[in-house]
C-alpha cells in the first residue's frame, strides 16, 4: 500500500483500505455474510458479490481517500488476508462541516466479542487527528439495539430520530442519529 495510506493495528487485527490481492477476501466477507448483513443494509444486486465490482471498486475507494470525500476501510484478522468487517467514514464534507457518517459491519461469527468496539477505538481517533474531523455522525435503526450500545460505549450521544430515512433492505426505515464531536471525544479520552 502507499506509504500515506492509513494501516491500524491491534493486537487482534489490521484496519487499512483494501488492494487488488484483497479482492478475493472481500467477495468471500459479503458473500458468507450476505444473510446476516442484509437486515441493516440496502438491497445488493448480484454484481455487488463479484471479482469484478470489486477489483473496480477497491481502485474507486482509494480515490475517493486521497480527493477527500470517504475513507472506507476493511478490518482483517492480524497475520492473515481473512475480512472481518468494514468502517467506513463516508460523506466527508469540509468548511465550516469538518465531518463524516460513519458507517460498519462485522461477520456474524466475530459478533459479541468486542471486535467492533476495539476497531473503532482505532479509528476514531485517526479521524479526529489525522482526517482533521470535528464531528462524526452515526444512524442506527432502532431495534438495533446492540449498534446503538456500541455507539453509547464509544461516546456517541443520540441527537435524534430520523423518520424512514435510509432504504434498508427495500424498506424506508426510521433511524436513531448520533453523533460525536471531537470536543466530547478528547474529554473522554483524557478521563
Given at each position: 500500500m502507499g506509504s500515506n495510506l492509513p494501516e491500524l493495528v491491534s493486537s487482534r487485527f489490521c484496519v487499512r483500505l483494501g488492494e487488488l490481492a484483497d479482492v478475493a477476501a472481500i467477495v468471500q466477507y459479503y458473500?458468507?455474510?450476505?444473510?446476516?448483513?442484509?437486515?441493516?443494509?440496502?438491497?445488493?444486486?448480484?454484481v455487488f458479490y463479484s471479482q469484478w465490482y470489486w477489483?473496480?471498486?477497491?481502485e474507486a475507494?482509494?480515490?475517493?481517500?486521497?480527493?477527500?470525500?470517504?475513507l472506507r476501510l476493511f478490518i482483517f484478522e492480524r497475520d492473515r488476508r481473512q475480512i472481518i468487517g468494514?468502517?467506513?467514514?463516508?460523506?466527508?464534507?469540509?468548511?465550516?462541516?469538518?465531518?463524516?457518517?460513519?458507517?460498519?459491519s462485522l461477520a456474524a461469527d466475530k459478533q459479541g466479542q468486542g471486535y467492533m468496539s476495539e476497531a473503532l477505538s482505532l479509528v476514531l481517533p485517526y479521524a479526529f487527528e489525522n482526517l482533521k474531523l470535528r464531528r462524526i455522525t452515526a444512524a442506527y435503526?432502532?431495534?438495533?439495539?446492540?449498534?446503538?450500545?456500541?455507539?453509547?460505549?464509544?461516546?456517541?450521544?443520540?441527537?435524534?430520530?430520523?423518520h424512514h430515512y435510509l432504504q434498508i433492505n427495500g424498506r424506508w426505515e426510521d433511524h436513531i442519529l448520533t453523533s460525536l464531536v471531537k470536543s466530547a471525544w478528547q474529554s473522554q479520552t483524557e478521563s
Open positions: 458473500t458468507a455474510n450476505q444473510a446476516h448483513l442484509q437486515p441493516y443494509e440496502p438491497i445488493r444486486s448480484a477489483s473496480n471498486e477497491v475507494r482509494v480515490q475517493q481517500f486521497y480527493a477527500d470525500k470517504s468494514v468502517v467506513n467514514f463516508n460523506c466527508i464534507v469540509r468548511g465550516f462541516r469538518q465531518s463524516a457518517s460513519l458507517g460498519y435503526m432502532p431495534h438495533n439495539t446492540r449498534s446503538g450500545k456500541l455507539l453509547q460505549r464509544m461516546g456517541f450521544r443520540i441527537d435524534g430520530r430520523a
